[in-house]
């Protein structure tokens, strides 16, 4: 199965694509994980990504796809996947389906994880706490979900213009969540 995921920052992409890739033997594609493993690499393409990762901005769709590209060269994604992270815009979101068409690996499904603001909100103070992450401070939050409404809200239309949206409330405990999405998947 072919899957994108899609939600606001907070809205659990990265932890049920963890669990839904073991359900369904596919692989996890994050593209937020690929550009934190090369800043942590210090790799050319890391140091350009850190500052716009950091301030809770995009960054540019050309060096997201060349990276995606990169991805879906291997031979693993022809067993399906879960993309988490992409597309982030339209732009991307057509980029992404013209790869697709190219590889012949077009998606099936695109699944909406549906959160509260107030629990976005808690959950990435948490996570801030937990984890540390870069940009997980009070200013990058705020900047990552105005342009999470700005930019990647749009992105939901699409798909559901390609009769391929699937909504689930991402609210629950992480089991009853990862229940509803395989139901919802089908
Ligand atoms: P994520 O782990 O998906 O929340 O992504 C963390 C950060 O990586 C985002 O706030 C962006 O700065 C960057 N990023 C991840 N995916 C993309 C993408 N598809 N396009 C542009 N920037 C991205």
Redesign the pocket.
């Known amino acids: 199965m072919r899957i994108v995921l899609l939600g606001a ?1 907070g809205s659990g ?2 932890t049920q694509a963890g669990l839904l890739k073991s359900r369904l033997n596919v692989p996890h594609i ?7 493993a090369a800043v942590a690499a210090g790799t050319p393409l890391g140091i350009v ?1 850190k500052s ?2 950091e ?7 050309d ?2 796809l060349g990276m ?1 590209e990169e991805r879906f060269g291997q031979a693993d994604v022809q067993r399906g996947f879960i993309l ?6 339209l732009i ?1 979101a057509q980029a992404l389906e013209q790869l697709l068409a190219k590889l012949n690996l077009p998606v099936d499904k695109a699944l909406q994880l549906d959160v509260s603001e107030d629990l976005l909100l808690a959950r990435l103070a948490g996570r801030a706490k937990a984890e540390g ?1 870069a ?1 997980d401070n009070p200013q ?1 939050v705020g900047n ?1 979900l105005h ?1 999470y409404q700005q930019q990647t809200a749009p992105v939901i239309d699409y798909y559901q213009g390609m009769g391929a949206l699937v909504r689930v409330p991402g609210e629950g405990t992480v089991e009853v969540i990862l229940e509803r999405i395989i139901s919802a998947l089908g």
Do not use: F, H, W
């Open positions: 920052p992409k990265g994050s593209t937020g994980e690929i550009l934190r990504a716009v990762m301030a809770g901005a995009l960054v540019s769709d060096i997201v995606l988490d992270g992409y597309p982030r815009n991307q992450r940009d990058s990552r342009v």
